[in-house]
């Protein structure tokens, strides 16, 4: 390093990060000209996505007295995407949807 400030060491003890941590910025600041984290990429993509929302609507309209699993198999008939049934279940929730029927 070529300023004040002191070595990489002492500048890792100073901020309590590691020694590494200093070198990828350093090696962020040469390439990018900024020490900016790079945006978030992502996450895993849900196996019932947008476009077949329309199909788990209709799948529920037409029999909302089916269990989770009878849910899930006849979402695969239809789509050929299996699904988990908490899966299932994640995405009815947050599609306000209800169904009717308890297995106990």
């Known amino acids: ?19 590494t941590f200093i070198w990828m910025l350093i090696k962020r600041f040469t390439a990018t000209g900024s020490v900016e ?5 992502g996450g895993k993509q849900p196996k019932i996505g947008h476009e077949h929302e329309g199909t788990l609507k209709s799948v529920v309209e037409e ?4 269990t989770l699993a009878e849910l899930c198999d006849e979402f695969e008939s ?13 995405k009815l929730k947050r599609l306000k949807l209800t169904v009717k029927k308890k297995t106990f």
Do not use: W, Y
């Open 78 to 90: 239809r789509t050929e995407i299996k699904v988990s049934r908490s899966a299932m279940c994640n």
């Open 37 to 41: 984290p790079k945006p978030h990429g």
């Open 63 to 66: 029999a909302s007295d089916m």
């Open 1 to 19: 390093c070529t300023n004040k400030e002191g070595s990489l060491r002492q500048i890792a003890k100073r901020f309590k990060v590691s020694l």
